[in-house]
């Protein structure tokens, strides 16, 4: 049998609920369930952008979801550098953007 006739309710690998969680982001109280990702609780609450470029302050977030790029980095519980779509959510974590700017140069 074709696996999308498979009605919903009759879909042997049914989703199983997870502990909920609670994350601050910068200063805001977000939920979440137990596995995800920061990437995946911050996308949903409908924040797609999380960090600026140090040059031109282009807003940045989850790029190529799997920790090659370094586009989501953010902070967590005061650990700069933190992938965003790597790092599992953990119930009370603090996590802040992080924003960057290049250093002056002396002339």
Same mark, same amino acid.
């Given at each position: ?14 989703? /199983? ?15 979440? %369930? ?12 409908? &924040? ?9 302050? /282009? /807003? =940045?977030?989850?790029?190529?979801? &799997?920790?090659? !790029?370094?586009? !989501? ?9 933190? =992938?965003?779509?790597?790092?599992? !959510? ?10 960057? %700017?290049?250093?002056?140069? /002396?002339?």
């Amino acid at each position: 049998m074709n696996p999308r006739l498979v009605p919903a309710d009759q879909d042997p690998i049914q989703r /199983k609920h997870s502990a909920t969680l609670h994350v601050s982001f910068d200063g805001r109280q977000l939920a979440g %369930e137990q596995g995800q990702t920061i990437a995946g609780v911050l996308m949903s609450h409908n &924040i797609l952008s999380w960090r600026t470029t140090s040059v031109h302050a /282009k /807003k =940045r977030g989850l790029f190529c979801g &799997i920790g090659v !790029c370094f586009d !989501c980095i953010v902070a967590v519980n005061g650990q700069r550098d933190v =992938r965003a779509c790597q790092r599992r !959510c953990h119930d009370g974590d603090v996590i802040t953007p992080q924003h960057d %700017e290049l250093p002056e140069v /002396k002339k």
